[in-house]
C-alpha cells in the first residue's frame, strides 16, 4: 500500500533554533516528493519538488533531502523564524498511472516561540 | 504568489441548501483539483480535470460534482448539503508535465471553509 509517513506530528521550538522533519515513504514507482508549508486557515504552498536523481534542493533557510534508497526525505529549517510556525506536508508522487497520482502525508504542525 | 482563487473563503449553511464554491485561475493551467481536508489529516483528492470538458472523481467519493467549460474555470457544487460536509475544500492547478504521467508543481488556493448547520 502507498503511504507517506511524517514525523514528529508536532514540534515546538524556540525562534532562532534548527528543526528538522522527517517523511518516510512506501509510494512505488517514484516520480518526485515535495515539501508544503501550509499556513493555519490558508492552502498550501510549495517549497520544493525533488526527482529520483536529486539528494539536496534549498530554498532559503528550508533544505530537503532525499534518499532514494530507503525511501526518506528530511525538511531541515535553519534559524526558525516566528513566520516558520506552520503545518509542513510531504508529498509523493508516482509515476506508474497516467494521473501522476499525488500521495499526502498529514503533516507536521510546526510551532514556533518567541 | 499562485494566480488561484476561491469563493467563498467562509460559508456557514443549513441542511439542504445547495451550495456552489468557485474556483479561477489565471495561469493557464490544463489541470485542476480539488481536494478536501479535514483538521490533521491529510489532503484527499475528490474531483480532478486535465481540460475543458475533462472530469474525473478522485480517490475519495464525494455526493458533490463539478463542471469545466472554461479553462480557468472549476466549480464544485453540492446539490443538497449535510453536516457531514462540513469540511475545508482546496482548490489546486498545475501544468501538464512533460509526460502525461508526470504532475508539475502544484498551486493551491487559499481554501473555502464550509460549515453546514
Known amino acids: 500500500k502507498n503511504q507517506v509517513e511524517q514525523s514528529p506530528q508536532s514540534l515546538i521550538i524556540l525562534e532562532g533554533k534548527n528543526c528538522t522533519l522527517q517523511c518516510n515513504y512506501t509510494v512505488s514507482p517514484f516520480s518526485n516528493l515535495r515539501w508544503y508549508k501550509q499556513d493555519t486557515g490558508r492552502g498550501p504552498v510549495s517549497l520544493t519538488i525533488m526527482t529520483f536523481s536529486e539528494n539536496t534542493k534549498s530554498n532559503g533557510r528550508y533544505t530537503a533531502t532525499l534518499d532514494a534508497d530507503t525511501k526518506q526525505s528530511s525538511l531541515h529549517i535553519t534559524a526558525s523564524q516566528l513566520s516558520d510556525s506552520a503545518s509542513y506536508i510531504c508529498?509523493?508522487?508516482?509515476?506508474?498511472?497516467?494521473?501522476?497520482?499525488?500521495?499526502f502525508g498529514r503533516g507536521t504542525q510546526l510551532t514556533v516561540w518567541p | 504568489e499562485a494566480d488561484i482563487y476561491q469563493t467563498p473563503r467562509y460559508l456557514v449553511i443549513g441542511t439542504g441548501k445547495k451550495i456552489t464554491l468557485e474556483c479561477s485561475q489565471t495561469m493557464g493551467h490544463d489541470k485542476m483539483y480539488w481536494y478536501q481536508q479535514d483538521p490533521g489529516m491529510e489532503l484527499h483528492l475528490i474531483h480532478y480535470s486535465y481540460g475543458v470538458n475533462s472530469t474525473e472523481k478522485g480517490d475519495l467519493s464525494s455526493e458533490s460534482t463539478v463542471s469545466r467549460i472554461r479553462t480557468e474555470h472549476f466549480p464544485l457544487t453540492l446539490e443538497s448539503a449535510r453536516p457531514s460536509h462540513t469540511s475545508q475544500y482546496l482548490c489546486a492547478s498545475s501544468e501538464m508535465g512533460a509526460l502525461s504521467h508526470n504532475t508539475g508543481e502544484l498551486f493551491f488556493g487559499e481554501g473555502s471553509r464550509l460549515t453546514v448547520l
Open positions: 508529498v509523493v508522487s508516482d509515476r506508474g498511472s497516467t494521473l501522476g497520482r499525488l500521495y
